[in-house]
């Protein structure tokens, strides 16, 4: 970047957080994925997103369980200084987040650490 940049522009780390990456055949993140996809058109799949989330620092502390980014807005929506969602997405979302928390809740405890 700093050759395309150019001498005169200096590039600096502000922040440096280890990734954030969970298993895709980890048995809650497939649950996960079976309840997400009713709700898209198109097979819905693991991606790699570059920008920061405080679950870097946060899942360590509770024992590394397995991580997803989830959001209720529409993907044109999602990482923009104006994020909005209608009201719809924020009943669909309210369901699927309460379907998703009842089964973490009914996973068996080995489960829910280490992300293995």
């Known amino acids: 970047m700093t050759t ?20 895709e055949d980890h048995a809650w ?5 079976q309840r997400c996809q009713p709700l898209h058109a198109e097979p819905i799949a693991p991606r790699v997103v570059p920008y920061f989330t405080d679950a870097s620092l ?7 369980p397995p991580c997803i980014i989830l959001g209720p807005a529409s993907r044109r929506w999602r ?3 104006t994020n909005t969602a209608c009201s719809a997405d924020w009943r669909r979302a309210e369901q699927l987040y309460g379907d ?7 996973s068996p405890p080995a489960t829910k650490v280490k992300n293995e």
């Open 29 to 33: 993140i497939k649950q996960v994925y």
């Open 4 to 23: 395309l940049l150019g001498e005169s522009v200096t590039v600096s780390t502000l922040v440096d957080l280890p990734a954030v990456l969970s298993r």
């Open 100 to 106: 998703i928390i009842r089964d973490w809740m009914a």
């Open 79 to 81: 990482i923009k200084p």
């Open 58 to 64: 946060l899942l360590p502390a509770l024992g590394d």
